[in-house]
């Protein structure tokens, strides 16, 4: 058994975006989910699933025009966040943990020098003389293998190639020796080969520093070998989580399987085109009964549309939301139309019935960085 409790641990965590004028969109539900010191999440989904949403209620900003609102939990190494001061949340925020976004230009300040921006974290617990920041800068770009840190440390962000300004993102999130790190769709702005080297970086940041990571792409191929366990989101929902080789050679849920048959392979001549999924993704301001796959699910039966499925384990550590989930010996595309005979499907999810505390708010914080809706 563990003995340490997860670095984040989040129990069905609901959350609505509320913005003038309009009805709260109801965008995550029944969320849950832990990581531990030194492991790493990968999310994936669709464009629209939640998964930047996700990480912006961990992190506690969001939009300057929109709140959001939530129940559930969230703990940072057992410290709840959603009841937490909204100053407690500003000291945790860079510290204990820290986000690398998808592009470093929204997130780094067009009209501020390297240096500053990569020691933020540190000034903002104490003073840090002039040549005390250059020399910290000068580490930090180090410890991320920017070449010639001292002249990068004094240069501003339009100055650096893509590659080089997420290296300084990932810099200046490391700065504060956070204990959770939130990557959404670090490496989407790179090309191909600088996307690999960033991401072994975080990989190496990771290890070496026992940080738990969360990190979001919608590309399920850039988790082998990087995420231990996958969480895959589709509408606001996890919808199946598990070991990363175990959901992806034996997806339990009809649309990570989908998604696994959009995935290039590497081996083997390309005689067809990739298949994509068929339909469109909910609009969650239209929120439908049941499962919100069914529209799209070629398994899916009158019971679908009617309820939504519980959370049932399908293996160790393995989970899926799915009233028919694919057959354990079927790799998604061969699995038959049976019902599995699921373990503890009568009770629901195992989450849900720890659940539930009161309602919590979380407005938009002060941050240099721009929050992009
Ligand atoms: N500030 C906001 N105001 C209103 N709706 C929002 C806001 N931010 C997100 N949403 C809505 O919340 C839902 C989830 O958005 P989110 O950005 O989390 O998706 P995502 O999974 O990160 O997608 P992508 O892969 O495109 O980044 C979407 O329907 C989106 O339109
Ligand atoms: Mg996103």
């Known amino acids: 058994m563990t003995a340490d409790p997860p670095v984040l641990d989040v129990q069905s965590l609901d959350t609505l975006i509320h913005t003038p004028g309009g009805d709260p969109l109801h965008v995550l539900h029944d969320v849950t989910l832990a990581i531990a010191a030194g492991e790493c999440l990968g999310v994936v989904g669709e464009s629209g699933s939640g998964k930047s949403v996700l990480a912006r209620t961990v992190l506690g900003v969001h939009g300057r025009t929109s709140r ?16 937490a001061s909204a100053r407690r949340r500003a000291e945790l925020l860079g510290t204990e943990v820290a986000m690398v976004h998808q592009d470093p230009m929204t997130s780094l300040n067009p009209v501020v020098r390297v240096a ?16 005390e920041r250059l020399r910290t800068a000068v580490e930090l770009l180090a410890a991320v293998d920017v070449p010639d840190p001292e002249r990068r440390a004094r240069a501003y962000p339009h100055e650096l190639s893509g590659g080089l300004r997420q290296r300084v ?20 702005a790179l090309d191909v ?21 969360l990190l979001i792409t919608h590309d399920i191929g850039l988790l082998y070998g990087r995420a231990r366990r996958i969480a ?31 995935v290039p392979r590497v081996t083997g001549a390309l005689r067809r085109p990739l298949p994509t999924i068929p339909g469109t993704p909910p609009d969650l301001s239209r929120p439908v009964p049941g499962c919100p796959f069914a529209p799209r699910c070629e398994r899916a039966d009158a019971g679908c549309v009617v309820a939504v499925p519980p959370t049932v384990a399908v293996g160790a550590g393995h ?18 139309r049976t019902s599995l005979p699921i373990p503890g499907a009568a009770t629901g999810t195992a989450a849900a019935s720890t659940s539930a505390s009161g309602t919590t708010t979380t407005s938009a914080s002060a941050t240099t960085r721009k929050d992009t809706p």
Not at 177 to 186: H, K, N, Q, R, V
Not at 253 to 262: G, V
Not at 323 to 336: K, W
Request: glycine residues 10%; aromatic residues 2%.
């Open 116 to 131: 500053e921006q990569v020691t933020e974290a540190l000034t903002n617990r104490r003073r840090l003389g002039r040549r």
């Open 232 to 262: 895959v989101m589709y509408a606001g929902r996890i919808v199946e989580t598990g070991p990363t080789d175990e959901v992806t050679e034996r997806p339990a849920h009809p649309y990570t399987a989908a998604l696994l048959r959009s």
């Open 319 to 336: 989970e899926v939301a799915c009233f028919h989930p694919l057959a354990r010996e079927g790799n998604g595309a061969a699995g038959s």
């Open 68 to 83: 959001l609102t939530h129940t559930g939990r969230i703990r940072l190494r057992g410290e709840d966040l959603l009841t």
């Open 193 to 213: 080969t600088v996307q690999r080297t960033v991401l072994d970086l975080l990989d190496r940041h990771r290890e070496t520093r026992g940080l738990a990571t």
């Open 169 to 188: 993102g990932i810099a200046a999130a490391l700065a504060g020796g956070p204990a959770l790190l939130l990557a959404d769709e670090p490496t989407t």
